[in-house]
């Protein structure tokens, strides 16, 4: 009984992943039909031809189980999107094709015949390039494009950077700089408001490195992982890897020549072909990981620099002059990372300088009247 139910499951699940390559060869034929660019036409038809590979395994599986391997007809679901695409252009449905193909990746996850022929690798490789074509456009990219995207890269990791460094150095201000008010408010001695500060400095600033060193370990780990998989694919089937990738790039706008010198030369060396592929297929850039021992040291350094801020004036004396003193310091502080935050958002210097300084000193107001509060409450 219990084989018989097998049997019978088996038969189910290869006509559903049957039905599913129907509307896959179905869809791409119709874009390809419908393309006016020759080159993204080219591009649907070699994916139409892997789908026709998939669709020739579930027959013969099919077959092996001695049941039906007729064709069905392609869904109302993949009719409807294609008379989307006929009606209002390609474009509209290019996401929602992106998104059936990575279901279909995750359909064959853990199948052992799809598996076997790397089927889940196949549809993940069809998002990638829908991806590709949906983010360029039916008007494609040249290589000029691409390069200018590739700038584009590096200053999104440049910004980020910064955001890096100001969000460090902001955290220590703010957070030192209420610690330090609290205590202050509480009117107790020098020593003890400079040793709270210090404190705060070293507990936080550790605590920020550890956090960031934790962080980038585990994303290194976990692309390194990554790129061992990759690497292993480009060893076991460079052919497929070629054909991707040269299908990314005219998926972009290059002509096939241009496409295929150009994978030619990148896998002409195997670290050119690690890092193209690792940051095609996986979004990762090789140089972009980084170290998690310059990044615990930049975030332990950063967040020092602004969590030392608070305490300067209080090194010299604790007085109403002292606590002015410092809630100037901060007040300047907390301008200028307002204003460096306008690198990244575009908005206006003084505003934005004038509301993280408000902002911070209005908390940093409510911290020192709960000091002055418990010390009047409870400790006079």
């Known amino acids: 009984m219990n084989a018989e139910k097998s049997h019978e499951d088996s038969i189910k699940r290869y006509r559903e992943y049957l039905a599913e390559e129907v509307d896959g060869i179905y869809i791409y034929t119709q874009l390809a039909e419908i393309e006016d660019d020759r080159g993204l036409s080219e591009v649907y038809s070699h994916l139409a031809e892997s789908e026709q590979r998939h669709i020739d395994l579930w027959q013969k599986e099919l077959k092996k189980l001695h049941a039906d391997t007729a064709l069905p007809q392609p869904s109302a679901r993949a009719r409807s999107l294609m008379w989307v695409a006929r009606t209002f252009g ?7 094709i992106k998104a059936f193909e990575a279901d279909a990746a995750d359909m064959y996850a853990g199948d052992s015949v799809a598996e076997s022929e790397a089927l889940p690798a196949d549809e993940a490789s069809h998002a990638r390039i829908f991806s590709a074509i949906a983010n360029t456009g039916n008007t494609g990219a040249s290589g000029k494009i691409i390069t200018r995207l590739e700038h584009r890269h590096t200053a999104l990791a440049e910004r980020d950077t910064l955001r890096a460094g100001v969000l460090g150095s902001s955290d220590g201000l ?3 700089m209420l610690l330090v008010a609290g205590f202050a408010g509480a009117n107790p001695n020098q020593e003890t408001v400079v040793l709270a500060g210090l404190a705060g400095l070293l507990a936080g600033s550790i605590s920020m490195a550890l956090g960031e060193w934790i962080s980038v370990t585990t994303s290194k780990e976990a692309a390194e992982a990554q790129i061992a998989i990759e690497m292993e694919e480009i060893r076991l089937d460079p052919e497929s890897e070629k054909q991707e990738l040269e299908l990314i790039y005219r998926a972009r706008g ?9 994978v030619a030369s990148i896998f002409s060396t195997q670290e050119g072909a690690r890092d193209v592929m690792v940051r095609e297929e996986l979004g990762i850039s090789i140089d972009d990981i980084g170290s998690p021992y310059k990044a615990a040291l930049s975030s332990f350094a950063l967040f020092s620099i602004g969590a030392i801020i608070p305490i300067i004036p209080f090194f010299f004396g604790n007085s109403n002059f002292h606590i002015f003193a410092g809630a100037l310091l901060c007040a300047l502080g907390l301008f200028a990372l307002g204003a460096l935050v306008t690198f990244l958002t575009g908005r206006n210097v003084i505003k934005s300088g004038l509301r993280q300084m408000v902002l911070g000193l209005g908390v940093a107001s409510v911290t020192f009247m709960i000091g002055w509060s418990i010390d009047k409450l409870f400790l006079n």
């Open 254 to 262: 290059m002509s096939e020549a241009a496409a295929r010198s150009l």
């Open 90 to 96: 390609p474009d509209l449905v290019l996401p929602v």
């Open 174 to 176: 703010v957070s030192n």
